[in-house]
């Protein structure tokens, strides 16, 4: 079997790889695409072809994925931070990617509520995340049963709980059904982890980092775009003062000799307050160009 590293050759054990099905889904394809590695799937098949020689897919619920990790049928997968928590699996955590970034929160009725909070009696609590609701309430002494859903949480209270705990990106779809958010239990985005298995077998690991350091150079580089542009000697050192630069800008000589161009990886959410300042100290031919990785 051919070696799933590009940079050195790698003993060929292959490597089991679980893709949440669901909202992250879209969002983990295009990011492992950004690094090179290509997944084709459709609608009937839960093992997708993998460009990356070693690496077997197969799409999972997120939940099952983190269940799968911790027996070690899965050697990395992706996941929410949220459902590790819920299930207490004994799982590494290898990298957030930031995506799909949601609230775990408490909602109820507003009709309900006591000056905001949740009234002093016992209460039916609606949750997919049964453990997580359970530890809430104790936490904050609450006298409450917890019934455990499948989907569409939000529709219980009223008549059916009087409160729930579930997670939500823009809080629209509670708003929507008449719920206030109470509080907020904790936050979560798509993250990749590792079995402990795989991570103690020196071959995994050794591939699942190559895996890491290809889609952490994407992450990176979207947040980052290079700026380049031209300086006249007397500009130079003003200008590259300028640039927030990962370590240091790059200075090349033009060809004429009349000056410099000096280049740098910047964070895109600097562009508005930079690219004005390296203008008025004489910077000129400011460019801008997209990033695809960036290895440190």
């Excluded at 889904?25 to 990011?31: H, K, Q, T, W, Y």
């Excluded at 997120?62 to 899965?74: D, F, H, T, V």
């Excluded at 299930?87 to 930031?98: H, K, N, R, S």
């Excluded at 103690?200 to 591939?207: G, S």
Aim: with cysteine; aromatic share 4%.
């Amino acid at each position: 079997m051919p070696s799933l590293s590009i940079a050195s050759p790698r003993p060929p054990f292959p490597l089991h790889l679980g893709l949440p099905k669901g909202r992250m889904f879209s969002g983990v394809l295009a990011l492992m695409a950004e690094a090179g590695i290509q997944i084709r799937t459709d609608d009937r098949t839960y093992r997708p072809i993998v460009s990356l020689p070693g690496l077997e897919v197969k799409i999972l619920k997120p939940q099952n994925i983190a269940q799968m990790l911790e027996l070690g049928s899965r050697d990395i997968g992706f996941a929410g931070r949220d459902w590790v928590v819920e299930l207490g699996v004994a799982v590494i955590e290898l990298l957030d990617t930031g995506l799909d970034p949601v609230r775990l929160v408490a909602a109820a009725p507003s009709e309900l509520l006591v000056e905001g909070v949740l009234p002093r009696r016992h209460l039916i609590v609606a949750s997919e995340y049964e453990n997580l609701s359970k530890s809430w309430l104790a936490r904050k002494g609450i006298d409450a049963r917890v019934i455990r859903t499948y989907g569409a949480t939000e529709v219980f209270p009223p008549e059916d709980a009087d409160c729930i705990v579930d997670n939500t990106a823009t809080g629209s779809t509670l708003r929507a059904n008449g719920l206030t958010i109470v509080d907020e239990l904790m936050t979560s985005s798509t993250c990749l982890y590792a079995s402990r298995a795989a991570m103690e077998d020196p071959n995994k690991r050794a591939r699942i980092e190559d895996i890491v350091l290809l889609l952490s150079g994407v992450l990176a580089a979207r947040r980052r775009v290079m700026i380049e542009v031209n300086v006249t000697h007397h500009c130079l050192d003003a200008v590259v003062a300028l640039m927030p630069a990962m370590k240091q800008a790059t200075v090349s000589p033009l060809q004429s000799t009349a000056g410099f161009a000096v280049k740098a990886a910047v964070l895109k959410a600097d562009l508005p307050r930079v690219i004005p300042l390296i203008k008025a100290a004489g910077g000129t031919d400011i460019a801008v160009s997209a990033l695809s990785q960036i290895v440190p």
